[in-house]
């Protein structure tokens, strides 16, 4: 479908491209330099724009980073622990502070009854009393588990609900979130074909395999799903699946490949990272904080996916002095 939508343009949709493109919308709009906040994947361009254009940068805040040193393996590896380490502290939330709201009682008991769901769920999926609804398949409730980790303030009520009813058969809160807030996964894109209201996912896909070289045979894969099932389970596992996608992509896996920051002469950057990230772990954050020349890291001792906006006044007057005023940040700065 990318190639038929898209063929003479889809090579030129990786990160180092649209770098490129917002130096011309940083000349377009008459700055002499840029003045940069990017989240997420937005850590990514905001670091190719550093090594290409180093001298144009005037400020640079990476929030949520992204470790351009990491191979496709290990950047699966790294997210699906993310998430791991984000349910074992749902799963500590639900048990101590959520009270009634929680189905289990203990972490412990938190853990087993989601390992017993995604059993339930790859033997058959879970049901729902809403016909408007899909039922609840393994990889569902996996995307609405890893869903709610992004923002806890948000979800994680709705998901000890939803949870608890599943428990007892019924799944109509899960695919309630599944259609709401969760990725459309392949299964439910399959079943019922719709019209895209956005391209999120399908372009989230054409960057990161033109950004990052990938196996074109799948033996690696497969070699790399025991370590991760060892590190993260299922969480790792799914990672490194979905990396499979960029094996047979068809214009060509990597034109980018995996190194550290080589941007000298650019001025101190400034990376956020979230000690309980579950998409972009804290040690990613801390990694691209030391691979920038004068690189300053800011720690937001939290959960959930970025700080910038969540994070309370801490964070934003610190990044918003930096961006404005050009204020750096002292070392071992944490909010």
Same mark, same amino acid.
């Given at each position: ?16 491209? @649209? #770098?490129? !493109?917002? *130096?011309?919308? %940083?000349? &377009? ?10 989240? /997420? ?123 608890? @009813? #599943?428990? !007892?058969? *019924?799944?109509? %809160?899960? &695919? ?10 392949? /299964? ?128 934003? *007057? ?18």
């Amino acid at each position: 479908a990318c190639v038929r939508g898209s063929r003479a343009v889809l090579p030129h949709v990786g990160t180092a491209d @649209a #770098a490129r !493109d917002l *130096d011309v919308l %940083r000349a &377009a709009l008459g700055d002499r330099k840029l003045t940069y906040l990017g989240w /997420s994947y937005g850590t990514s361009l905001g670091t190719s724009y550093a090594e290409q254009f180093p001298h144009r940068v005037r400020a640079l805040a990476l929030d949520g980073a992204m470790d351009p040193a990491l191979d496709w393996r290990q950047r699966a590896l790294s997210q699906g622990t993310g998430f791991r380490r984000a349910v074992d502290d749902y799963a500590e939330y639900c048990a101590d502070i959520a009270g009634d709201s929680c189905p289990g009682s203990s972490p412990e008991e938190m853990s087993e009854l989601l390992d017993g769901l995604y059993e339930r769920a790859a033997r058959a999926p879970l049901p729902v009393t809403d016909d408007e609804l899909y039922e609840v398949d393994a990889r569902t409730l996996l995307d609405v588990v890893t869903g709610a980790m992004y923002s806890p303030e948000d979800d994680w009520e709705e998901l000890s609900r939803a949870l608890a @009813a #599943a428990d !007892d058969g *019924d799944g109509t %809160r899960l &695919a309630r979130m599944a259609e709401s807030d969760a990725p459309a996964t392949e /299964s439910r894109r399959a079943r019922r074909p719709r019209a895209a209201a956005e391209n999120d996912d399908g372009a989230i896909v054409a960057v990161s395999c033109l950004d990052v070289p990938h196996p074109r045979t799948a033996a690696p894969y497969w070699k790399a799903l025991d370590a991760a099932e060892k590190a993260a389970g299922s969480y790792g596992t799914t990672s490194v699946v979905d990396e499979l996608t960029c094996k047979d992509w068809p214009v060509g896996s990597g034109a980018g490949h995996p190194h550290r920051v080589r941007a000298d002469g650019v001025p101190p950057v400034l990376v956020v990272g979230t000690t309980g990230d579950p998409a972009t772990p804290y040690e990613e954050a801390e990694s691209l904080a030391g691979q920038f020349p004068g690189g300053m890291l800011l720690t937001y001792d939290d959960i959930g996916h970025t700080a910038y906006g969540r994070g309370g006044p801490c964070v934003s *007057d610190a990044v918003d002095a930096y961006l404005i005023d050009g204020k750096r940040i002292r070392p071992g700065a944490t909010c």
